[in-house]
């Protein structure tokens, strides 16, 4: 989980956080970079957690470059927020989740900004807490991503926002934003994707399995495994050996009429496919 201070922050999808890699620090920035796997349909939540609990905080997110609000923390409040879906009204939000990027040919899209698809952008802010916020203003409507089909994140995901759903009502406050406490970038591909780029350690390789047709020489068959032989001294040797001998005799006969019908049929095949009859 990249930590920056007192800070922590990770991606969650079914209940469980995602793994990360390539974890990169900015000091300078407050920042932390790492890259994640999407996939495309699970649904998402940002989490973070400060171990300061005497202050009061509050976390932004931006979605492919889109504010989508924030989350306040009042002070020596002992809680992992969930950031889950959008409000688009005081009782009304929608869930995030993975999708496939829409592409066009159309020369108009040239011109859209590509450069936060693909991230999920967390800033962690200490605050002051002001008043109630009774002007809520409804979030536009913002269909799935779509850029030109010569652009960079070929193959890359975007943020689907679900359906209008109800939700607890909550309150809005106003803040005054004091300090940066930490940024936190989380850059989600396919995991296909991140393999490929060397991000993400490749699956270790499985040896194919032979079948029996492949594993080399047909086995031949022994006659002394075929033919069980007891020491039994009232058995009649000498029929047996008589009655073997005439199997094996009836045996040869048919392989011989066998391979007699094989080379008749392949004349005569001969002899359709040529069409021609020599009656000289």
Not at 41 to 63: A, D, H, M, Q, R
Not at 160 to 169: C, L
Request: hydrophobic fraction near 35%; charge should be neutral; charged fraction near 30%.
């Amino acid at each position: 989980m990249p930590t920056f201070g007192t800070v922590n922050a990770c991606i969650n999808v079914d209940g469980t956080s995602l793994p990360e890699y390539g974890v990169q620090t900015n000091e300078a920035q407050r920042e932390v970079t790492c890259w994640i796997p999407s996939e495309v349909g699970k649904n998402f939540s940002v989490s973070w957690y400060t171990t300061n609990l005497s202050i009061e905080t509050e976390g932004s997110v931006f979605l492919d470059g889109r504010n989508v609000g924030s989350i306040i923390i009042r002070a020596y409040t002992i809680r992992r927020p969930e950031f889950a879906s959008e409000y688009v009204s005081p009782t009304t939000c929608r869930d995030f989740s993975f999708a496939p990027i829409k592409y066009t040919d159309d020369d108009g899209y040239l011109s859209v900004p590509t450069q936060d698809v693909g991230n999920i952008k967390l800033t962690i802010w200490r605050i002051e807490l002001g008043e109630i916020d009774t002007q809520f203003s409804k979030f536009k409507d913002v269909p799935d991503v779509t850029i030109h089909e010569r652009s960079k994140k070929l193959g890359a995901h975007c943020v689907h926002f679900g359906d209008i759903q109800n939700a607890t009502p909550t309150t809005f406050y106003k803040t005054n934003k004091l300090e940066v406490l930490a940024r936190f970038v989380f850059k989600y591909r396919p995991i296909d994707m991140l393999r490929a780029n060397g991000v993400v350690p490749p699956l270790p390789r499985q040896e194919p399995v032979k079948s029996a047709r492949q594993g080399g020489k047909r086995k031949v068959l022994d006659i002394s495994e075929a033919i069980e032989i007891k020491d039994d001294p009232d058995e009649d040797i000498e029929g047996r050996v008589t009655s073997l001998k005439k199997e094996l005799k009836d045996l040869e006969s048919r392989r011989v009429k066998k391979r007699k019908v094989k080379v008749e049929n392949r004349e005569l095949t001969l002899l359709a496919d040529n069409e021609v009859i020599d009656l000289t």
